[in-house]
């Protein structure tokens, strides 16, 4: 069957405020990515989260992306054109004590306010769009799939919110976001095997991993140092567990430990592992293009997580990315982490076998990093992951 050509609507988990300011590296932007260079995808148009006056006011937050060619525009919304065929809207509300009452459940708000709505459907009437394919991956913009037109729906489970600790006070609004999924949308692809679960009804969900740019991390390669590294990147919350991570610094003292990306939770025990162990180093955020630059300088990366319901849900990129880079991967038994995706990935079953492999990864000798980055399988390549979501997207279209 000949695929379709689609114009395609995203509303991605993060925005392309955040992408262009933190580079390309979350799912949602790396298929962005790869849908720019599909030939069965005519226009993509990226809409973002709307900015409260709050946002501006108490952040200094900018609503526009101001990046790209200026197509359309009225007071409360911009729509921009980012490279040829592919745009991006922003939106401006009002809001201000709402939002600082609500908070995050703010977002299921603002996309259900019917300036949002019209804003949205005069930029998809000003691009001329056909064939309309609404791609929805924040499960709190759920309003947008209620009220706007198109010819089909379908919806990218990143993580399960119903068990995220910082989703908890809207629990209820997720839940019924998931069921409207559940029971609406044409397709649904989630990034683990467990979070098929949260769409029981659904005849056509379909998990779909996340993957890697191999070619990106080919710089990592490890360099000759004089002192061994083990590093973690990653955003920083709940999942971490630093009691296994003081484990790790315990068994070894003269291994130096780096944490790159933001620290969202836990501050207070990160302080403490930094008073006490000086072979521990939280490096902050950095931009997705440094990356490389910083793990060439790692001998082993490890994934420290807990095992637990948020978890499960899970499926780290940051796994497929370590050994892009040429480094062997010391994980817990999280979703998704296998051996059968690479010889080179050891997953432990307990915090006792963790520092034990962790041992035996630094200590291995003769497996050069190429060895490491060949042996991710095709399928985890973006360009794959990417073709089979649009392939199905196309499918969609009658």
């Known amino acids: 069957m000949q695929s379709k050509t689609i114009d395609l609507i995203i509303i991605p988990f993060h925005d392309c405020k955040k992408w262009l300011r933190e580079g390309f590296r979350t799912r949602d932007a790396h298929l962005f990515e790869q849908f720019q260079k599909n030939p069965n995808i005519r226009k993509i148009l990226v809409v973002n989260r709307p900015v409260s006056v709050a946002e501006i006011v ?27 065929n592919v745009f991006n809207i922003d939106f401006f509300d009002w809001d201000f004590f709402r939002v600082l009452k609500e908070k995050k459940g703010w977002w ?43 010819d089909a729906f379908a919806f990218d489970a990143i993580d399960n919110w119903l068990c995220h600790p910082q989703m908890e006070p809207y629990r209820a609004v997720v839940e019924k976001n998931y069921r409207f999924v559940d029971d609406n949308a044409n397709a649904v692809f989630t990034v683990s095997e467990n979070l098929k679960q949260v769409f029981p009804t659904n005849k056509n969900v379909q998990w779909v991993s996340n993957g890697v740019d191999v070619e990106f991390f080919q710089n990592a390669f490890s360099e000759e140092s004089e002192k061994q590294i083990v590093g973690y990147a990653g955003k920083i919350q709940e999942r971490v567990d630093f009691d296994l991570v003081e484990n790790c610094l315990k068994a070894c003292p003269s291994v130096e430990f780096q944490f790159l990306g933001p ?31 910083y793990m060439k300088k790692w001998n082993v990366a490890i994934i420290p997580h807990k095992v637990d319901p948020f978890t499960a849900s899970m499926n780290p990129l940051k796994l497929y990315e370590y050994l892009a880079a040429g480094k062997q991967v010391v994980s817990t038994g999280v979703a998704g982490v296998s051996k059968s995706i690479s010889p080179y990935v050891y997953v432990a079953a ?10 035996t990864a630094l200590n291995c000798a003769g497996v050069t990093p190429k060895e490491i980055a060949e042996s991710i399988p095709m399928e985890y390549h973006w360009s794959n992951r990417a073709n089979i979501i649009s392939d199905k997207l196309s499918s969609l279209v009658g």
């Open 263 to 293: 620290a969202y939770s836990q501050k207070e025990r990160i302080a403490e592992l930094k008073r006490k162990y000086p072979n521990i180093k939280f490096l902050g955020d950095i931009h997705y293009s440094e990356l490389p630059k």
């Open 108 to 150: 299921f708000t603002a996309f259900n306010k019917k300036n949002v709505i019209e804003s949205l459907q005069k930029a998809m009437s000003k691009l001329d769009m056909k064939n309309t394919v609404l791609f929805l991956e924040n499960p709190m913009a759920i309003g947008v799939a209620r009220h706007i037109k198109f």
């Open 350 to 359: 307990s915090a006792d076998e963790f520092v034990a492999l962790l041992e």
């Open 58 to 84: 108490v952040r200094r937050e900018k609503w526009q992306t101001n990046y790209g060619k200026l197509v359309a525009k009225e007071f409360a919304w911009e729509l921009r054109e980012i490279t040829e």
